[in-house]
C-alpha cells in the first residue's frame, strides 16, 4: 500500500505525458490535413514557384524586418493621347489582327537579330502596371552559346521527368496534338533566350524586405506585354514554363533568392520548315460576356 501511494505520483506524471503525446500527435495530423486541404496536391504548379497568389510564402517570412514605402511622390498633370472614332477602331483592328498571327514557334533558326530591338521589346515589357508599382521582374537575357547550352541540360533533365513522372497521363496526353515533348533544340538555336524572374520580395535602400504586392500578376501582365512586343518586332517564341527547373536555372544564372523564374522565352526566327499546330481561337461570343 505504502509502494502504491509512493509511486502514485510516478503514475500520474506518466498518464499526463501519455495525455500529451497523443494530443500533439492529434493536433499534429489535424494541421497537415488542414494543410493539404488549404494547398491541395497540383502537379501543375511549379514547387519554387509557390504563387504568392496561392500560397502564403512561408519560406520568406524570417526574422529580417519588412517595411512599407514611405517615399511621397508628385502628381503632376496628365493629358492621354485622343484618337477619332474612326482612328480607334481603326487601331484597334489593326493591333487585333497583329497580335492574331503570334503564334508559338518549336522550331527557331540560328539567324542572329539585332539586339537593339531585344533592348526594346524588354523596355517595352518594363511599362507593364505593377502592384503599387513595384515593378518586381527581372529579364535575364542569354545569348552565350555555351550559357544556352547548359539551360537546355538543365531544361531537357527535368522535363524529361516531367513528361515521364511528374505530369501525368492526362496532361501527356493533351499536349501530344501539340507535339511537344522535352526535347528543346530552340534553347540552342535561338539567338536570345529571355528568362523572365518574378521577385517576391524586393530590397529598399536600408537593406529591409520591401513587399512586392501581387508580384505574379504583375510579371505576367508585363510578359504578356513583351509577347506583344515580340510579335510587333517580326519576332518569334514559345512561351515556355520550365516546370522544376527554376532553382537551378537561378543558380547558373546568378540570380538572387528573392527571384522565381515564371518563364523562359526563346526568341528568334522560324526556322524554313517550320511549322504549328493548326489551332483555332475563341470567337468573341464564347469569351466576352455583355451585360
Ligand atoms: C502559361 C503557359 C505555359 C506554356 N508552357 C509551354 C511549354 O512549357 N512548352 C510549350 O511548348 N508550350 C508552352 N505554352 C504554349 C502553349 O502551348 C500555346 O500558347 C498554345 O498551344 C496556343 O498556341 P499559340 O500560342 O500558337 O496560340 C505555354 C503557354 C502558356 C500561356
Given at each position: 500500500?505504502?509502494l ?33 486541404s488549404r ?13 504568392g ?37 481603326e ?23 539585332p ?15 505593377s ?17 544556352k ?32 515533348n ?16 518574378k ?29 506583344a ?29 528573392n ?27 464564347d ?5
Amino acid at each position: 500500500m505504502v509502494l502504491f501511494s509512493s509511486l502514485t505520483p510516478v503514475f500520474i506524471a506518466i498518464i499526463c505525458v501519455l495525455i500529451g503525446v497523443i494530443m500533439k500527435k492529434t493536433n499534429g495530423e489535424k494541421e497537415k490535413r488542414d494543410t493539404e486541404s488549404r494547398h491541395p496536391s497540383r502537379p501543375w504548379v511549379d514547387e519554387d514557384l509557390k504563387d504568392g497568389t496561392d500560397h502564403p510564402l512561408e519560406e520568406e517570412e524570417g526574422e529580417e524586418e519588412w517595411q512599407g514605402l514611405e517615399e511621397n511622390v508628385a502628381h503632376v498633370p496628365f493629358a492621354g493621347e485622343r484618337y477619332s472614332e474612326a482612328e480607334m477602331i481603326e487601331r484597334s483592328r489593326a493591333f487585333y489582327e497583329l497580335l492574331n498571327q503570334r503564334r508559338s514557334v518549336r522550331f527557331l533558326s540560328d539567324e542572329p537579330v539585332p539586339r537593339e530591338v531585344i533592348d526594346n521589346v524588354i523596355r517595352t515589357a518594363g511599362t507593364s502596371p505593377s502592384g503599387a508599382h513595384t515593378e518586381p521582374w527581372t529579364f535575364v537575357v542569354v545569348q552565350d552559346p555555351d550559357l544556352k547550352h547548359k539551360i537546355r541540360e538543365i531544361v531537357e533533365e527535368e522535363e524529361e521527368i516531367n513528361y515521364k513522372k511528374r505530369m501525368g497521363d492526362r496532361w501527356v496526353n493533351d499536349l501530344k496534338r501539340l507535339r511537344t515533348n522535352w526535347i528543346k533544340e530552340y534553347l540552342d538555336t535561338a539567338p536570345y533566350l529571355i528568362l523572365i524572374f518574378k521577385q517576391v520580395y524586393g530590397r529598399l535602400p536600408n537593406g529591409k524586405k520591401k513587399t512586392h504586392y501581387y508580384n505574379e500578376i504583375s510579371v505576367s501582365i508585363a510578359c504578356g506585354i513583351l509577347l506583344a512586343a515580340l510579335q510587333n518586332a517580326g519576332l518569334y517564341t514559345v512561351t515556355s514554363t520550365p516546370l522544376n527547373c527554376g532553382p537551378q536555372l537561378r543558380v547558373l544564372l546568378r540570380r538572387p533568392a528573392n527571384e522565381k523564374l515564371l518563364l523562359l522565352l526563346p526568341v528568334g526566327y522560324p526556322k524554313k520548315d517550320a511549322t504549328v499546330p493548326a489551332l483555332t481561337r475563341k470567337p468573341l461570343e464564347d469569351i466576352m460576356v455583355l451585360m
